[in-house]
Nanobody, 122 residues
Framework: QVQLVESGGGSVQSGGSLRLSCAAS????????MGWFRQAPGKEREGIAF???????SYADSVTGRFTISQDNAKNTLYLQMNSLKPEDTAMYYC????????????????WGQGTQVTVSS
């Protein structure tokens, strides 16, 4: 059974940093098809950082240069280092995964964690 459990959210002042973690279990952890999404109240869910189907990283323009996605395969954990946080980064943050083996042609993020709240005050 695939499980994703996020942690590391909290409240921080503008300009501060947080590191989110996503502990994965129930499948063979991979450097492909894992990502971070966020959703603020009243807004659509936004994909912000990914390991794509080729294992390459990509970022939304809104977080490029401030956020870094990484993995620790030994710990089956995905991370999101968030620096220079802004009030507009306030949202619920989710990790998601496509646990298929091999090299899929695209990622289908059909497994999700429960989310961790990040609040940035000005």
């Amino acid at each position: 059974q695939v499980q994703l459990v996020e942690s590391g959210g909290g409240s921080v002042q503008s300009g501060g940093s947080l590191r989110l973690s996503c502990a994965a279990s129930g499948y063979t952890f991979s450097t492909r098809c894992m990502g971070w999404f966020r959703q603020a109240p009243g807004k659509e869910r936004e994909g912000i950082a990914f390991f794509n189907n080729l294992g390459h990283t990509s970022y939304a323009d809104s977080v490029t240069g401030r956020f870094t996605i990484s993995q620790d395969n030994a710990k089956n954990t995905l991370y999101l280092q968030m620096n220079s946080l802004k009030p507009e980064d306030t949202a619920m943050y989710y990790c998601a995964a496509d646990p298929r083996l091999g090299w899929p042609s695209s990622c289908n993020y059909n497994y999700w964690g429960q989310g961790t709240q990040v609040t940035v005050s000005s």
